[in-house]
């Protein structure tokens, strides 16, 4: 999701709760806080020798260990506001991809990817999920490209759809 989009999501959502599953069903703690957003150029080289460049801006949630008894989410309209103040200090690149940073201490800090959300009446449930690592040079490294049965079956001599 890029960053204009989750903004966007913010804004249609208010005074809901904003809430984070981070590991299928797992939710991040009522206690956590936005605690630094950052502004990522990624300027890259492949195993291939390919280059690439890229934005993104990374989100970072904290729970904090004297708000454990904590029930009640942040608003919708709490984080959009200390996003807003960020981006009137550091402005962020709204066509950049958003990820979520976070970790505790049974779950390794990572940066997730919003991967889909759900609404309710009064929360706003973002889910997230990790992306795995790859190989972006499979054909200059030798790495076999996986193809599943159907494209191979249609890309068959004679199949009469490639």
């Known amino acids: 999701m890029k960053t204009k989009e989750f903004l966007s999501l913010l804004r249609e959502n208010g005074n809901k709760e904003l809430v984070f599953d981070y590991n299928k069903g797992a939710l991040v703690g009522a206690n956590y806080h936005l605690t630094e957003v950052k502004n990522i150029t990624v300027d890259s080289v492949d195993c291939g ?84 690592t790859d190989c972006k040079a499979k054909e200059e490294c030798g790495v076999p490209v996986e193809i599943s049965a159907e494209k191979e079956a249609c890309c068959a001599p004679g199949a009469g759809c490639c």
């Not at 962020?92 to 889909?116: N, R, S, V």
């Not at 759900?118 to 889910?127: A, G, N, S, Y």
Request: net charge negative; aromatic share 10%; hydrophobic share 40%.
């Open 49 to 132: 020798a390919g280059t690439d460049f890229w934005k993104e801006t990374i989100v970072q949630l904290w729970e904090s260990p004297s708000e454990l008894d904590k029930t009640r989410y942040m608003t919708v309209s709490k984080a959009l506001q200390i996003l807003n103040k960020v981006n009137g200090i550091k402005p962020m690149d709204l066509e950049a991809e958003l990820k979520i940073e976070y970790g505790k201490t049974d779950f390794h800090t990572a940066q997730l990817f919003i991967d889909a959300f759900e609404t309710f009446e009064d929360r706003l449930l973002i889910k997230l999920a990790v992306e795995k």
